[in-house]
């Protein structure tokens, strides 16, 4: 075990949670950590990883993640969205022409971004797919009977899961990124992020750590190793760690920043557009789903995450994106379900001050961009409306005083002048910068509404300004 210096005075009380959860369920073996920011500040292994050896997980044990991968293909997808190369609006038929003949049954409605949140009333599971018997096809199998594949309810009228709808998407990755779907996600997504105990398939050192799932214990009491279904990729098919999901986490923070680079393997607007509720799904209005994530209420919390099931392992990874806090929990049975306990375990730390992190250097503006930041104003209707356009964070944002949520950004176009708004009720409109005849920027068009650039007072000859 793990513990961060500001965690000393709770670890006690993560480690009961933990054991509790571990004792009431019956369950072989849970890992479970906490993120704060960008680091693992507490982790703990509990019981066995292998009850044959007796081997203990701990936060570097690969589990089965299950359908906690289905994130990883959902910020595929939006990687190639943001490089222009689909539209989450296209129908999946678009880029996976086989599938075409089917779209007057209603897959000519079935778009990627339906397919993302689990809303185009796509079946739930490729053609003849048995989990009873473990038969599940893989994509190959799933495009040799594209004629049984259907939508079953009209879109956009309840949540309807479907694990196909994800391979079907890993698919679309692989096809418009022109390589298999898990070499993309190795070279894109892990291996910037630093994640090198998570794969699709654990070459032998990895095997050697890995948990071994169980199905649950028999009235006798006894474990028996679950069988491992094979043809799981883009849906489900994920092997990580609780170190590894840590980076997962700290990446789901990085909502401020800018264009990718390094690290950062999604630009800071896209990660917050996967976290925002798209519609709920529940009558209670405790539970909504995003893009590949879904939000949970928890008393006065929303906790952003997913978790996973298969037989043998379960998982969860979730977060508070405005306290940057995140929780994990793997578990090697394919039934007690961890998210109850992964939020338990938030809770015992949300009212723990985290320690300050350094804040990065910010980049300075680009020459291209040093004209406009600066103070905007008009007046109208007996009231002055300002703005600051300011450098923030990698972007130019605009500033409003009582603003409520991010700033929207302004995002370069081909003209020097003339910028697209993201974010805000002004998104997808621009922002055209006016100068005047020697050049300076005068004002800006801020979609429907003119503002005036304020400019300092100069010194009056001999008398410094303010005097």
């Known amino acids: 075990m793990a513990v961060h210096g500001v965690l000393d005075g709770v670890a006690a009380s993560l480690e009961a949670a933990v054991a509790r959860f571990a004792q009431e369920k019956h369950v072989p073996g849970v890992a479970a950590g906490v993120v704060l920011g960008d680091e693992l500040a507490w982790d703990l292994g509990w019981g066995c990883a292998d009850l044959a050896s007796g081997r203990a997980p701990d936060a570097r044990t690969p589990h089965m993640l299950a359908s906690l991968t289905k994130t990883f293909t959902g910020t595929a997808i939006m990687q190639l969205r943001d490089q222009g190369l689909l539209d989450l609006d296209d129908p999946v038929s678009r880029h996976i022409p086989e599938l075409r003949p089917n779209d007057a049954a209603g897959l000519g409605k079935v778009t990627l971004r339906r397919l993302l949140s689990h ?38 009228a309840q949540c309807k899961y479907s694990n196909l709808g994800y391979q079907l998407l890993g698919e679309v990755v692989a096809r418009v990124a022109g390589m298999p779907y898990a070499e993309y996600v190795q070279q894109r997504i892990l291996d910037p992020l630093g994640m090198t105990s998570t794969s699709f398939t654990p070459d032998a050192e990895l095997a050697s750590r890995c ?59 896209t990660l917050a557009e996967m976290q925002t509720a798209r519609y709920l799904s529940d009558a209670a209005w405790n539970e909504a789903w995003c893009i590949s994530w879904y939000a949970t209420r928890r008393g006065e ?38 998210a109850d306990l992964a939020l338990r375990l938030g809770e015992i730390v949300a009212g723990v001050a985290r320690r300050p992190s350094a804040a990065p250097l910010a980049a300075p503006v680009p020459d291209a961009l040093r004209d406009f930041p600066g103070l905007y104003m008009n007046e109208r209707w007996g009231m002055v409306f300002r703005i600051e356009i300011e450098w923030r964070d990698g972007a130019l944002r605009v500033v409003a005083p009582d603003q409520t949520g991010p700033p929207p950004t302004l995002s370069p176009t081909g003209d020097r ?41 100069e010194e009056t000859a001999g008398v410094p300004a303010g005097s």
Do not use: C
């Open 211 to 269: 948990a071994v799932g169980y199905l649950p214990a028999t009235f006798a009491g006894d474990f028996r190793p679950a069988p491992v279904l094979r043809n799981l990729t883009s849906e489900a098919g994920l092997w990580s760690t609780v170190e590894d999901l840590a980076r997962w986490i700290g990446l789901q923070f990085r909502t401020d920043a800018g264009e990718p680079d390094g690290a950062q393997i999604l630009r800071g607007a």
């Open 301 to 338: 919390s929303i906790w952003i995450g997913h978790a996973g099931m298969l037989d043998g392992f379960t998982s969860y990874a979730g977060f508070l994106p405005e306290k940057k806090l995140g929780v994990i929990v793997l578990v090697n049975d394919g039934v007690a379900e961890p």
């Open 119 to 156: 809303e185009s009333g796509l079946m739930g599971e490729p053609p003849g797919a048995d989990w009873g018997t473990g038969d599940y096809g893989a994509i190959a199998e799933t495009l040799t009977r594209v004629d049984e594949i259907a939508a079953r309810i009209p879109p956009n």
């Open 417 to 457: 002048d003339v910028f697209m708004i993201a974010g805000g009720r002004d998104a997808g409109e621009t922002a055209v910068f006016l100068r005047t005849a020697d050049g300076r920027v005068r004002g800006v068009r801020l979609a429907y509404s003119t503002l005036a650039r304020l400019e300092p007072v």
